[in-house]
């Protein structure tokens, strides 16, 4: 992705330290372990009738499954999710995942994976119900399937420092994006007891 130089994350205030800290751990943790990382974001609905119980099971049952189903090929998983609801009866959910980029180069394989789940997992086709979310909050186009490249190990002088600048640049519109997930608004309407968000830990 070509990004401008000196790209710095825009990243509301209104959020929840604790969330963007693990989004912006689980993003290095990731890069530092494999040069190339595919970032991608979704959001997660129920159907307007669902009889949903207050927990988050079902989010838990979708990354946990997804997770396990990458991770049968030898592909590296991470994941965040936030839990959110204002009006409606259902919460709906914010999801960012972070994979291996050698083994997994499309958001499309993310995507597809998670409609099968969340559809097998609710009991009805998931169509319309996985946001691949390539526009803003504004419905501006936005980028998706974000991959972000270590400098190469062989680089050096001003091929070095432009890959760092690009690496940069990359990691602040990934967390940029993915602040929409530690955003406040919406929060605190969970039953008592039960978690605004879940994340994977790095094997």
């Not at 960012?96 to 997992?121: C, K, Q």
């Not at 419905?139 to 680089?155: E, F, Q, V």
Request: charged letters at 30%; aromatic letters at 10%.
């Amino acid at each position: 992705m070509k990004t401008s130089k000196g790209v710095k994350p825009m990243i509301d205030r209104r959020i929840r330290r604790d969330i963007m800290d693990v989004i912006e751990n689980t993003c290095d943790r990731m890069t530092e372990r494999f040069s190339r990382v595919l970032c991608v974001r979704i959001d997660v609905r129920f159907p307007a009738d669902y009889p949903h119980d207050g927990l988050n099971r079902e989010i838990g049952d979708m990354t946990k499954r997804l997770r396990e189903g990458l991770g049968f090929h030898g592909i590296e998983v991470q994941y965040i999710w936030t839990r959110e609801q204002k009006t409606s009866e259902n919460p709906h959910y914010h999801l960012m995942v972070f994979v291996d980029g050698h083994e997994v180069t499309s958001p499309y394989r993310i995507f597809s994976a998670a409609e099968r789940l969340w559809g097998n997992i609710i009991g009805v086709s998931a169509r319309g119900l996985i946001d691949h979310c390539n526009h803003d909050h504004n419905g501006i186009a936005a980028y998706n399937g974000i991959m972000l490249l270590r400098p190469r190990d062989k680089a050096s002088g001003q091929e070095f420092d432009e890959q760092s600048q690009e690496f940069d640049n990359s990691r602040a519109y990934v967390l940029s994006r993915a602040s929409y997930l530690a955003k406040t608004h919406t929060k605190g309407n969970a039953p008592y007891r039960v978690r605004e968000y879940g994340y994977s830990q790095l094997r």
